[in-house]
């Protein structure tokens, strides 16, 4: 009988090697880290992986990246990358931004009212000064008109 058959008739007797066999594949396998820190924080957080040798080993996990945002809205900015600020730093400026005023700072519907504040701002001026003018031509009539 192969090894396959003995351990069924094992299991079948109810004998004691079937309950040491899986006693042994229960235990758990100690592992140590592999880098400096040896304490369970967020920056050093494990996996556990087996290797072609069938040895289970530690890979450190890197942290995962939250990605830029708009600095008015909060919203997630689109076509940049989500990295560790260490690897933006290594970037090069067209890959940090995209092509448009205010461009990996602020998203295209901010930017865009922005715009527009700035125009009617603008704008308001601009009837503001027409309004005084017309006022001031409205005096200049009166004080004319008495005389």
């Known amino acids: 009988p ?14 004691a090697d079937s309950e040491l066999r899986e006693e042994k594949a229960a235990m758990a396998v100690r592992l140590t880290y592999r880098r400096q820190c040896r304490y369970n924080t967020k920056g050093n957080k494990q996996r556990v992986l087996k290797t072609p040798g069938g040895k289970l080993v530690f ?3 890197k942290k995962a990246a ?3 945002s708009c600095g008015d809205c ?3 900015l689109i076509g940049l990358p989500r990295l560790r600020p260490m690897e933006y730093r290594r970037l090069k400026n067209r890959e ?3 092509s448009r005023a205010y461009g990996g700072s602020r998203c295209a519907k901010c930017v865009r009212s922005r715009i527009m504040r700035a125009f009617l701002i603008e704008e308001q001026k601009c009837v503001k000064q027409v309004l005084a003018e017309k006022m001031s031509q409205a005096k200049e009539t009166t004080k004319k008109g008495k005389k």
């Open 96 to 98: 940090k931004r995209v």
């Open 2 to 15: 192969s090894c396959g058959s003995v351990a069924i008739l094992a299991q079948a007797r109810g004998g």
């Open 66 to 68: 939250k990605g830029p």
């Open 59 to 61: 890979q450190a996990v």
């Open 74 to 76: 909060g919203k997630e």
